[in-house]
């Protein structure tokens, strides 16, 4: 049966994308899938896993067993040179592997909140920067009185590397995104190009100035993903997999160990169907003295919310059709959720 890709986040997806592309069955079977999985694969994800000071992750089972949910702390990293850097995007993601279903939770960079480890409250995506992603992790769960098993991080460099070493990406930009806020990191996306490279594509995820703020930056993220695996379904040139290795190995850090991951990527490619539901947390920005800092707030209903949405989501005796879904797929629910299946990949959008 031929197995289409699975990918499971948004503006961080090139993470799992890289290993996704190395487990494609339909691929992998003209070149030897045991011999892959076995050798080469394991030994360069090896590179990749930078387990956390002080924690320890919860195994995730093998594809032989039953899978309980379990979470993931998606890092998109704004790193440049040997400096740190921030998580420019954070998304507390939920995998239910029998369910075939994940949630993700977009936290805005500007939320202000309790940072963990430095007795003080600041923008949460400075907990990156202080404490790397043991920090953010610690962070995260305290904000959302929930518990992260694993984390994946990917910097910037490695995106754009990846975009362009898979020949660009086709996005519908019909008119010129230019993000010109004295606050923001400037650039111009130019609209109507065939094909975007890396550099304008991760413009692209992370422009913030529309009308819609986060909400759109979020509706992109699904956008991006489907159009990134259709990339990925293209990618038959077996000259790219070594190059896309270096890239994973020299910018992709996790706390899953290298079987995990090829564990974990089977099991997911398993399913003929999985649905992807997305929520970006709710507040509203306003800064605390004037000429300070500007911070983003968290509506407390919502944030509440949320909470009771991740614990019903983490808890395996939650049955598929039980599950507390965000407010926007409780009407009209078959034209919001984006569905991923071995027969068609698409992102509904309300």
């Given at each position: 049966?031929?197995?289409?890709?699975?990918?499971?986040?948004?503006?961080?997806?090139?993470?799992i994308?890289?290993?996704?592309?190395?487990?494609n069955?339909?691929?992998?079977?003209?070149?030897g899938?045991?011999?892959?999985?076995?050798g080469q694969?394991?030994?360069?994800?090896?590179q990749?896993?930078?387990?956390?000071?002080?924690?320890?992750?919860?195994?995730?089972?093998?594809?032989?067993?039953?899978?309980?949910?379990?979470s993931v702390?998606?890092?998109?990293?704004?790193?440049?040179?040997k400096?740190?850097?921030?998580?420019?995007?954070m998304?507390y993601?939920?995998v239910?592997?029998?369910d075939?279903d994940?949630?993700?939770?977009?936290?805005p960079?500007?939320?202000?909140v309790?940072?963990?480890?430095?007795?003080?409250?600041?923008?949460i995506?400075?907990?990156?920067?202080f404490?790397?992603?043991?920090m953010a992790m610690?962070?995260?769960?305290?904000?959302l009185?929930?518990?992260?098993?694993?984390?994946?991080?990917?910097?910037?460099?490695?995106?754009?590397?990846?975009?362009?070493?898979?020949?660009?990406?086709?996005?519908?930009i019909?008119?010129?995104?230019?993000?010109?806020?004295?606050?923001?990191?400037?650039?111009?996306?130019?609209?109507?190009?065939e094909?975007?490279?890396?550099?304008?594509?991760?413009?692209?995820?992370?422009?913030?100035?529309?009308?819609?703020?986060?909400?759109?930056?979020?509706?992109?993220?699904?956008?991006f993903?489907?159009?990134?695996?259709?990339k990925?379904?293209q990618?038959?040139?077996?000259?790219?997999?070594p190059?896309?290795?270096?890239?994973?190995?020299d910018?992709?850090?996790?706390?899953?160990?290298?079987?995990?991951?090829?564990?974990?990527?089977?099991?997911?490619?398993?399913?003929?169907?999985?649905?992807?539901?997305?929520?970006?947390?709710?507040?509203?920005?306003h800064?605390?003295?004037?000429?300070?800092?500007?911070?983003?707030?968290?509506?407390?209903?919502?944030?509440?919310?949320?909470?009771a949405m991740?614990?019903?989501w983490?808890?395996?005796?939650?049955?598929?059709?039980?599950?507390?879904?965000?407010?926007k797929y409780?009407?009209n629910?078959?034209?919001?959720?984006?569905t991923?299946?071995?027969?068609?990949?698409?992102?509904?959008q309300?």
């Amino acid at each position: 049966m031929n197995k289409r890709k699975w990918l499971y986040t948004a503006s961080a997806a090139v993470v799992i994308l890289l290993v996704a592309v190395f487990f494609n069955r339909g691929t992998l079977a003209a070149f030897g899938f045991d011999w892959l999985l076995q050798g080469q694969v394991e030994k360069q994800l090896e590179q990749t896993y930078k387990p956390i000071d002080g924690r320890e992750p919860v195994p995730v089972s093998t594809i032989d067993k039953k899978q309980d949910p379990f979470s993931v702390l998606l890092l998109g990293v704004d790193q440049r040179g040997k400096e740190i850097g921030r998580s420019d995007t954070m998304i507390y993601t939920i995998v239910r592997p029998n369910d075939g279903d994940l949630l993700m939770v977009s936290i805005p960079r500007d939320m202000y909140v309790d940072i963990i480890g430095k007795d003080k409250k600041d923008k949460i995506t400075h907990a990156y920067a202080f404490g790397g992603a043991g920090m953010a992790m610690d962070t995260v769960e305290n904000f959302l009185d929930a518990p992260i098993n694993y984390y994946a991080s990917i910097n910037f460099e490695g995106f754009r590397q990846v975009i362009d070493t898979l020949g660009g990406i086709a996005l519908p930009i019909e008119e010129d995104m230019v993000n010109d806020d004295p606050d923001h990191e400037k650039f111009v996306i130019k609209a109507g190009q065939e094909s975007y490279n890396g550099k304008d594509t991760l413009n692209y995820v992370r422009y913030r100035e529309d009308a819609g703020g986060d909400m759109n930056r979020t509706e992109r993220h699904q956008i991006f993903l489907s159009l990134l695996m259709d990339k990925a379904k293209q990618l038959n040139q077996w000259s790219k997999v070594p190059q896309l290795m270096d890239i994973m190995g020299d910018n992709f850090s996790t706390d899953m160990r290298p079987q995990q991951l090829v564990d974990f990527s089977q099991s997911m490619l398993q399913a003929k169907e999985r649905n992807i539901y997305s929520h970006s947390l709710l507040g509203s920005g306003h800064r605390l003295r004037s000429g300070g800092a500007w911070y983003y707030f968290a509506d407390d209903e919502d944030l509440a919310k949320v909470q009771a949405m991740i614990k019903s989501w983490l808890n395996a005796d939650t049955p598929a059709s039980s599950l507390i879904l965000p407010d926007k797929y409780t009407v009209n629910k078959p034209k919001e959720v984006g569905t991923l299946s071995s027969s068609e990949t698409t992102t509904k959008q309300p």
